[in-house]
C-alpha cells in the first residue's frame, strides 16, 4: 500500500498539477563541482586543465535509491599578448530518482572570459555562459497503480487504465554568471561572484497544458584561500541561494597540504619533451619552495647518464633536485619476491597435504 500511494504521489506531480515550481540538484560536495555553482568560476584555478567529479546514493535502505553523478571539464586558454584568458568547458549531470526512474541528464558548455584588471597580480573580471538540452524521461513499467490490485493481489501483468502519451522530452537551460578575483598578499587568494541560473524559465513539465516552469535561481559565492604554514593553506567556500521562495546558505571548509610525489622515477626511456617536462615540473617546486616526494631505485649518477653514455636528466634537473630534497637511502629485500615466495610456499604445502 506505501508503494501505491508514492506511485499515485508521482504521477499526480508529473500530470496533475497545474502549477508547480521545480528546483535544482544540490550536492554536499558543492565545492566540487564549481560550474554548478556560477559560471564564472569557470577557469578560476591554478593550472591549465580542471576535471571534477561528484556522485551521490540516498535513500537506498527505504526506497528505490536517488542517484547523481556530476562531471565538469575546464581548459584555460591565453588571448593574444595581453593577461587575458578564456576559459571553455563542459558540465555534466545525471540524476535518477524514485520508482519512475525519473531522470534528468543535462549537458551544458560553458564559455568564460576573463578580463585582467593589473598589470602588477591577478585581479580579474570574468563572465560565463553556459547552457544546453536538459533530457527528462521516466519509465511507466516501473509503476504500480490501484487498479492493478485484483483480490487484494497485485501482479504488473494486470492492466490499467492510467496513459502515459509522453513519458520523455527535452528542453533548452541557461545561466550567466560574473565573478572578481584577485590575491591578499603574497600567496592569499579570494573571488566574490553573482550567478543567475535558468533565466529563461524552462517548462519542465511532460505535458504542455501544464505550466510547470523551473524558477530563476541567484547566487552570491565568495571564496578564501590562504596559507597557514609552507605547505598547508585553509580554503574556505560559502554560497547564498535564491530560488522561488527558498533560500540556502552553505558554506565549507578544507584544509590542504601541499605535497606532489614522484614515484619511481626513471630515465631510461626519456626524451627530448618529457626531459623539458621534468625540468619544469621540479623547477616550479624549487621556485615555490614546496615539498617534493621522489621515490627511484637509480643513484643520481644513474639518474644523469644512461648505460649508454646518453644524457638522462640534465644538470639544471639535477641541481634543483638535489637542493630540493634530502636523499633517504632505504635498502632490503625486495617486498613482491617474498610475497611470491611464501604464496609458492603455502601452494606447495597445500598440493603435499592433499597427495
Request: charged residues 20%; aromatic residues 10%.
Given at each position: 500500500?506505501?508503494?501505491?500511494?508514492?506511485?499515485?504521489?508521482?504521477?499526480?506531480?508529473?500530470?496533475?498539477?497545474?502549477?508547480?515550481?521545480?528546483?535544482?540538484?544540490?550536492?554536499?560536495?558543492?565545492?566540487?563541482?564549481?560550474?554548478?555553482?556560477?559560471?564564472?568560476?569557470?577557469?578560476?584555478?591554478?593550472?591549465?586543465?580542471?576535471?571534477?567529479?561528484?556522485?551521490?546514493?540516498?535513500?537506498?535502505?527505504?526506497?528505490?535509491?536517488?542517484?547523481?553523478?556530476?562531471?565538469?571539464?575546464?581548459?584555460?586558454?591565453p588571448?593574444?599578448?595581453?593577461?587575458?584568458?578564456?576559459?571553455?568547458?563542459?558540465?555534466?549531470?545525471?540524476d535518477i530518482?524514485?520508482?519512475?526512474?525519473?531522470?534528468?541528464?543535462?549537458?551544458?558548455?560553458?564559455?568564460?572570459?576573463?578580463?585582467?584588471?593589473?598589470?602588477?597580480?591577478?585581479?580579474?573580471?570574468?563572465?560565463?555562459?553556459?547552457?544546453?538540452?536538459?533530457?527528462?524521461?521516466?519509465?511507466?513499467?516501473?509503476?504500480?497503480?490501484?487498479?492493478q490490485?485484483?483480490?487484494?493481489?497485485?501482479?504488473?501483468?494486470n492492466?490499467?487504465?492510467?496513459?502515459f502519451?509522453?513519458?520523455?522530452?527535452?528542453?533548452?537551460?541557461?545561466?550567466?554568471?560574473?565573478?572578481?578575483?584577485?590575491?591578499?598578499?603574497?600567496?592569499?587568494?579570494?573571488?566574490?561572484?553573482?550567478?543567475?541560473?535558468?533565466?529563461?524559465?524552462?517548462?519542465?513539465?511532460?505535458?504542455?497544458?501544464?505550466d510547470?516552469?523551473?524558477?530563476?535561481?541567484?547566487?552570491?559565492?565568495?571564496?578564501?584561500?590562504?596559507?597557514?604554514?609552507?605547505?598547508?593553506?585553509?580554503?574556505?567556500?560559502?554560497?547564498?541561494?535564491?530560488?522561488?521562495?527558498?533560500?540556502?546558505?552553505?558554506?565549507?571548509?578544507?584544509?590542504?597540504h601541499?605535497?606532489?610525489?614522484?614515484?619511481?622515477?626513471?630515465?631510461?626511456?626519456?626524451?627530448?619533451?618529457?626531459?623539458?617536462?621534468?625540468?619544469?615540473?621540479?623547477?616550479?617546486?624549487?621556485?615555490?619552495?614546496?615539498?617534493?616526494?621522489?621515490?627511484?631505485?637509480?643513484?643520481?649518477?644513474?639518474?644523469?647518464?644512461?648505460?649508454?653514455?646518453?644524457?638522462?636528466?640534465?644538470?639544471?634537473?639535477?641541481?634543483?633536485?638535489?637542493?630540493?630534497?634530502?636523499?633517504?637511502?632505504?635498502?632490503?629485500?625486495?617486498?613482491?619476491?617474498?610475497?611470491?615466495?611464501?604464496?609458492?610456499?603455502?601452494?606447495?604445502?597445500?598440493?603435499?597435504?592433499?597427495?
Amino acid at each position: 500500500m506505501k508503494n501505491q500511494l508514492r506511485n499515485q504521489l508521482i504521477i499526480a506531480l508529473l500530470f496533475l498539477t497545474p502549477v508547480l515550481k521545480a528546483q535544482d540538484i544540490n550536492f554536499s560536495q558543492f565545492y566540487e563541482l564549481p560550474l554548478l555553482r556560477n559560471p564564472g568560476l569557470a577557469g578560476i584555478f591554478n593550472g591549465d586543465i580542471r576535471v571534477t567529479s561528484a556522485f551521490r546514493s540516498q535513500w537506498q535502505s527505504v526506497t528505490t535509491p536517488y542517484r547523481t553523478i556530476g562531471l565538469g571539464m575546464e581548459y584555460k586558454k591565453p588571448i593574444g599578448r595581453s593577461n587575458d584568458f578564456i576559459t571553455i568547458g563542459m558540465q555534466f549531470s545525471n540524476d535518477i530518482a524514485g520508482d519512475s526512474r525519473l531522470r534528468r541528464t543535462q549537458v551544458f558548455p560553458v564559455l568564460n572570459y576573463h578580463k585582467s584588471l593589473s598589470g602588477e597580480k591577478d585581479t580579474y573580471l570574468s563572465a560565463g555562459i553556459m547552457g544546453g538540452p536538459v533530457m527528462q524521461r521516466f519509465d511507466p513499467t516501473k509503476l504500480s497503480f490501484d487498479d492493478q490490485f485484483v483480490n487484494g493481489s497485485y501482479s504488473s501483468t494486470n492492466p490499467t487504465k492510467e496513459i502515459f502519451t509522453n513519458t520523455g522530452f527535452t528542453y533548452w537551460d541557461a545561466a550567466v554568471g560574473l565573478n572578481f578575483s584577485s590575491t591578499a598578499g603574497e600567496n592569499t587568494r579570494y573571488y566574490v561572484g553573482l550567478g543567475l541560473f535558468h533565466f529563461t524559465k524552462p517548462k519542465v513539465a511532460f505535458q504542455e497544458l501544464y505550466d510547470v516552469v523551473l524558477n530563476p535561481k541567484w547566487v552570491v559565492n565568495a571564496g578564501l584561500s590562504a596559507p597557514v604554514s609552507d605547505a598547508n593553506k585553509v580554503i574556505v567556500y560559502a554560497d547564498y541561494f535564491m530560488q522561488g521562495g527558498a533560500r540556502q546558505i552553505q558554506g565549507g571548509l578544507l584544509l590542504s597540504h601541499d605535497l606532489l610525489v614522484l614515484d619511481e622515477l626513471r630515465v631510461d626511456e626519456i626524451n627530448s619533451w618529457s626531459r623539458g617536462k621534468v625540468f619544469d615540473l621540479i623547477s616550479r617546486r624549487y621556485d615555490a619552495d614546496r615539498p617534493l616526494l621522489v621515490t627511484t631505485n637509480l643513484s643520481l649518477n644513474e639518474l644523469a647518464y644512461l648505460p649508454d653514455g646518453s644524457i638522462g636528466l640534465d644538470e639544471a634537473t639535477l641541481s634543483r633536485l638535489i637542493g630540493l630534497t634530502q636523499v633517504v637511502d632505504l635498502s632490503g629485500p625486495d617486498y613482491r619476491l617474498i610475497e611470491k615466495r611464501r604464496r609458492l610456499s603455502a601452494r606447495q604445502a597445500t598440493v603435499l597435504q592433499r597427495s
